[in-house]
């Protein structure tokens, strides 16, 4: 591991796991990468995959209408628990875009509700990704008493976006769709808080009261990179934003650094 990152993870205090893969393979860092945390809004990478391999097979469209005003409303990250029209309907593709670009949470629960969670969870065991679970609706905290919770690892994380990029069991144009969505996220003030102006990141969020996480696919002038960065355990929220600010540009004055070299 980079000696910077490593000092900056040895001198907080939570649970880490960081993985940055390089297109060819080769691994930057591995650390922590089998560790299974509680995902917090990762998890909506593997929903949004369920989402799009039904909409692969036939069974759903992009363009199918939603009555979200019909649902039931959630707190939480989003917008649409404070829409105020009436018979607002929504295509599944905006559904998902909210789910991913804000984390929108009553989003994230339509679509768990339109695509099946046992189908999920059939999808994520598909794709092998033993350490990730979702078992419970978002914002469900009845659930979680239960001891019901999402899970996911980063290495399970690098794998959902493998998957986006080349799995061809959904069509290139389904994948390129959800490549997109990543595209524009706007929720940037985790790893990507320090992102260069000539890279791009194509990412997903995700936190709760003691858990930061961020995952998705970098894109330099040369090359492009998976990233998953996940804390848990964390003590105090504020310095572990900052902590994760830092080790995102830590990576990125890694991947420079072995650009430059090459």
Sequence with gaps: ??????EIINSFDAVSGI?????DG????????????????IIKLYIMWALYKKINDGELNETDLIDV??????????ILQQLKTENLTLTLRDICTLMIVLSDNMA???IIRKVGLDYINQQIQS???????????????????????NYTSPEDSISILKAILFDDSISRDLRS???EILNGQILTNHVAHNLPLDYKFAHKTGNLAATLHDVGILYTPNDFYYISVMLDEITNIVE??????????????MIREVENKE
């Design 127 to 149: 794709l092998g990704l033993s350490k990730t679970s979702l078992q419970r609706m978002l914002m469900d905290s009845e659930a979680r008493k239960r001891g019901l919770d």
């Design 19 to 23: 993985v940055v893969e390089r297109s």
């Design 26 to 41: 080769k691994r930057l860092i591995n650390h922590n990468s089998d560790y299974r945390f509680p995902s917090a809004s």
């Design 1 to 6: 591991m980079d000696n910077k990152i490593f």
């Design 177 to 179: 769709s959800m490549l």
């Design 240 to 253: 572990g934003k900052k902590v994760i600010n830092s080790i995102g540009e830590s990576i990125f004055t």
């Design 108 to 110: 994230t629960n339509i």
């Design 69 to 78: 005003t019909s649902e039931p409303v959630v707190g939480g990250c989003g």
